[in-house]
Every structure is written in C-alpha cells, then in structure tokens.
C-alpha cells in the first residue's frame, strides 16, 4: 500500500471550532455548522454543549454536557490542533457559559462569533434565565461579534427594534456589552428584504438579501454565524466575512430542503450546487447554439430585431440568473449564429420574458424570440402547442413609461389569460415595436424541440 506523501504542497486547512449544542434533526446546532464550515472550505471541530432530542417541528428534550466536560473538549482540540476561528451556538445554562468562557480566554482563541441562542424555531426555550447575565458579562467581552436576531436583540439591550433608528440603538447598546461588533439579523422583520445591520463600534454597515416565503428556515442562524467564522479563519476582514456569509444564507435558503413536517433546514450546499448549476446552463445554451448554427432553414424565422435564446437558474429571480447570447443570435446569409458565448445577464429583455414566466410556471425557464406570422400561429396550432398572446396597445401608460417593463407585463397577461401552460407567447407589436413570438420551454433543448415545429 502506498503511503501518503510528506510536506505535501496543499495548503494547511482553516480549522474552525464549534462550540454548540447537537441536533438530532440535523438542521442546526454542530450538524449545520460542521458542514457549513465544510463546505465553505474550512476544517471543523466541535465541543458539544447539549443533546437534543428534536426534529422539523420541535424540540422535545434536552440533555446539557456537564460544563467541566465542555471545557475538555474545548482543551482536547486547543492543546493539539491550530484554532483559527471558532463559534458559540446553544450554550444552555450559566455553568455551560462560563466553561466555555474560561476555555475561550485560557487558550486565547480568535475570531469568535457568539450567536445567542435563546429559543428554537419552535418556540422551545434553549437558554436558561440566568445564563443571559453570564453570557453578557463573561462571553460578549471575548467576541469580535454576536450575531442576535431581533427577538434576542430586543431582549439583550432592553429596547426596540422595529425601526432602524431603534436597531441601531440596540446595536449600540449591546456594542457596549464588550463584543467588537455587533450584527443583528433581520430575517424575523417583515418586508421584501432581509436586512442585516452591522456595527463595528464606529460604523454601521447594512447588509440586505431577498425575503423568502418559505418556513424551511431551521439552521438559519446556526449557519451565518458558521459561515461568518469560516470566513474569519480564511482571512476575510470583519465586513467581508459579514458579506459572503450573507450571501451563503441567501442561497441556502432560497434552495432550503422541504423535508419534515415542520420547519424544514436550510440547504449548506446551495452555494456550491449554484456554481454547478450555472456552467449546466451555460453548458446547455452552448449546445443550442451549436444546433441552431448547423441548421440554415431557421434563418427564415429571425425577426429583424435578432434573435436570443435564454435560460434561468432553478428559482431564478433577477436578470443576473439568467443567460443569454451577449449581442444576440444574427443572422447571416448562410444561417443564424451567435457573436459570443452565452453569459448571465446578457440580456434584459429576454430575462424579464423568463422571469415573468416563472412566476406562473416555474418550470418555464427558456426561451427565444422568433418572427411572428400568422402562418407560425396557424402552424403552432396544428402541431398541438398552447398558445397565449397579449395586446401591446393595452400596455398601461406606467408600464410603457417605466423602462423595460413591456415584456414582463405582457407575459404577464398573456399568462393570466389562459389555463394551459403556454408554448408559445406572441404579441402582434405596436408603433415602433416588431410583432414577435416567444417559445418557451423547462429548458433550450424543449425550446428548440418546439422551434424546429414551426420550421
């Protein structure tokens, strides 16, 4: 048997502690930190506050560790393995608090991140009543930031939180607890946008993602603040580690697993499947190109503003989710071709099409615009495929006037105005607007399937 090679060149690991307790569901606690310090890159290592007996929907016992247990495992990994970041989760009671407070300051330990759990998704209390007090006193003065939400925020600094005035209040207040800094998390507020409110002592920071409407949200918590650690440990300074684990929730939950009967776990490899869903997009407008350039007849069926063909990511909502053709499929005397490869956000137009569209259908996630003829509709008709269309004179005068809203607003009513899941959306144009018909498919091989129908 081989044996490993020594002074290997890969680089030595950004090893993170977490300091939790464990859930037995495998939605927050250790579980998610352990891999979301994973795959985020990081080597993690735990201490284990508690055991809990709880699933999606509650939290239905719990077990703490004795504190001078705690304290060892915190030893075991301090006297033998580097520690560049580490993270406090469920910490249960005072003498959990103050062993984990003595094990943090005796071995030093940077980066920590206190997340102070107070309650469960499912309203179970996970801190008793006099551990507040030794968390603010003993824990908060050895972090460089606590990560409340509003419910703890409120409750920490003793005032409101409704208004960002009062948040940054709050955040004040709690900043004079001891932390280095100070993020309270907006994802309990209500709005469109979940905003985060950073402040390092001297400045605030705000931090905003899309709010969305899911209740598989269990683990949120847990993983920010993982994923803040991680960052730390790979170098990252305070306000860009904020940002990145941001951005890691953001995707977690928008692809958060619908698993249980309650409140389902936020997904830690969304990060990583997004970059493997984005070449597979890209990948798949590739291969339609080389399609749509190796067959000339299409050429008949360019409308005079060019073609393009898009393709969403899987719950896509902004124009940066979706690709398309940068300068758009043109035609050429011996066929259509395409001017650079496919990028996302490349086109406005045909995003606002797909997006609209997904909104009704979200399997709807590619398109292309095609010349609209009476002989295409006619033609699409005998062929079986569903066709819905809306008139461009009834555009409202504040669509018209809001710069490209067109599209979306009649894919809109086109949609609305049929039960069927439509294959084609066609408009017959307006002064200084082509008439147009749009094919749209779950993916560009459907798109072209349906396309080559109407050649």
């Not at 994923?227 to 790979?234: D, G, S």
């Not at 002064?431 to 749209?440: D, N, S, W």
């Amino acid at each position: 048997m081989r044996k490993p090679e020594t002074g290997s060149a890969l680089p030595e690991p950004r090893c993170v502690l977490t300091i939790a307790g464990s859930d037995s569901g495998g939605g927050a606690g250790i579980q998610a930190d352990l891999k979301t310090i994973t795959v985020l890159g990081g080597f993690g290592m735990s201490a284990i506050t508690a055991l809990t007996a709880q699933n999606t929907q509650e939290v239905q016992a719990i077990q703490a560790v004795p504190p001078d247990f705690v304290l060892r495992q915190i030893e075991a990994v301090a006297t033998d393995l580097p520690i560049h970041a580490a993270k406090t989760g469920m910490l249960a009671n005072r003498e959990v608090v103050e062993a984990v407070s003595q094990g943090i300051g005796r071995f030093q330990i940077p980066n920590l991140v206190v997340d102070p759990v107070f309650i469960s998704k499912g309203g179970h209390p996970l801190l008793e009543e006099d551990a507040v007090e030794a968390m603010t006193r003993s824990l908060f003065p050895l972090a460089r930031l606590i990560t409340p939400n509003l419910h703890e925020a409120r409750i920490l600094s003793g005032t409101g939180v409704d208004s960002e005035e009062e948040r940054r209040e709050a955040a004040r207040r709690l900043h004079g607890m001891g932390p280095n800094a100070v993020l309270i998390k907006g994802g309990h507020g209500e709005g469109p946008e979940a905003e985060d409110l950073l402040f390092d002592g001297s400045a605030f920071h705000t931090y905003s993602g899309p709010r969305f409407d899911t209740p598989h949200t269990h683990g949120t918590g847990c993983t920010l603040s993982a994923a803040i650690a991680t960052f730390l440990a790979k170098g990252l300074d305070l306000a860009e580690a904020v940002e990145e684990a941001k951005r890691f929730i953001t995707e977690a939950i928008r692809f958060s697993f619908p698993l249980g009967k309650g409140h389902g776990p936020t997904n830690h490899y969304a990060a990583g499947l997004g970059n493997v869903e984005r070449d597979r997009v890209l990948s798949a407008l590739v291969r339609a190109a080389t399609t749509i350039q190796e067959t000339p007849s299409l050429t008949k069926l360019a409308p005079e503003v060019q073609s393009n063909l898009g393709y969403a990511l899987p719950r896509a909502t902004t124009h940066d989710e979706v690709a398309a053709f940068p300068g758009r499929i043109i035609r050429l005397p011996d066929g259509l071709t395409t001017i650079r490869p496919p990028a996302f956000g490349a086109s406005r137009h045909i995003a606002n099409v797909i997006l609209a569209a997904m909104q009704y259908h979200p399997q709807l996630r590619s398109t292309m615009n095609i010349r609209f003829s009476e002989a295409v509709l006619q033609k699409a008709k005998e062929k079986g495929l569903a066709v819905a269309g809306f008139d461009r004179t009834k555009e409202p005068k504040e669509v018209k006037e809001r710069e490209g809203s067109s599209l979306e607003w009649g894919t809109g009513e086109a949609m609305r105005g049929t039960s069927e899941v439509p294959d084609l959306v066609y408009d017959r144009g307006d002064v200084g607007k082509e008439p147009m018909v749009r094919i749209l498919g779950t993916d560009p091989q459907e798109v072209l399937r349906k396309l080559f129908l109407l050649v």
